[in-house]
T-cell receptor, first 110, second 114 residues
């Protein structure tokens, strides 16, 4: 069974701080995606990483895919209250379906 | 472009009652997904449709859950009878073609079973 573990589960920080959240697995994934989900809404895709070692930047967000394609990280620089939400990683399973981690709930206080 | 539409947004029922959720995907999207998201968890796939065919329903509890996608457009997910453990958010998503295409999620239906 392919599982994705995310850490930390909860993160509460002040505006302007930096943070990193992690997504780890013992399985290799062909690609990993990161989503942000706000209360009362569905997840929204932020990025897809495909190649081992790949780094993608989206404004203040930096995503990295591990060399072995088993793990990924999301780094946010100078967090803002608008970054508050549930961050989910998801990998493509053997049948092509998405397998989600449990998420990291981020709260950025002004 | 309109997003994925789901209704109702909230539903509260007593256990053993039936309940149904409706989803209208983005126009032109052939693949439709139903997910269940328990509190503090990520979404878990229940069923995936390609047009009107259910191509993956391995995680759908078939004793009480059923789904249909008539004419390959909108879809209905039903639970009968509901149990306390069915309380969750039920998310619908759609993608243009295959599972490798970007999935767009609806806002979900929050179900509470009392």
């Amino acid at each position: 069974t392919q599982l994705l573990e995310q850490s930390p589960q909860f993160l509460s920080i002040q505006e302007g701080e930096n943070l990193t959240v992690y997504c780890n697995s013992s399985s290799v994934f062909s690609s990993l995606q990161w989503y942000r989900q706000e209360p009362g809404e569905g997840p929204v895709l932020l990025v897809t990483v495909v190649t081992g070692g790949e780094v993608k930047k989206l404004k203040r967000l930096t995503f990295q895919f591990g060399d072995a394609r088993k793990d990924s990280s999301l780094h946010i620089t100078a967090a803002q209250p608008g970054d508050t939400g549930l961050y989910l990683c998801a990998g493509r399973g053997s049948q092509g379906n998405l397998i989600f981690g449990k998420g990291t709930k981020l709260s950025v206080k002004p | 472009e309109a997003g994925v539409v789901q209704s109702p947004r909230y539903k509260i029922i007593e256990k053993k009652q039936p309940v149904a959720f409706w989803c209208n995907p983005i126009s032109g999207h052939n693949t439709l997904y139903w997910y269940r998201q328990n509190l503090g968890q990520g979404p878990e796939l229940l069923i995936r449709y390609e047009n009107e065919e259910a191509v993956d329903d391995s995680q759908l509890p078939k004793d009480r859950f059923s789904a249909e996608r008539l004419k390959g457009v909108d879809s209905t997910l039903k639970i009968q009878p509901a149990e306390l453990g069915d309380s969750a958010v039920y998310l619908c998503a759609s993608s243009r073609w295959t599972t490798t295409d970007t999935q767009y999620f609806g806002p979900g239906t929050r179900l509470t079973v009392l």
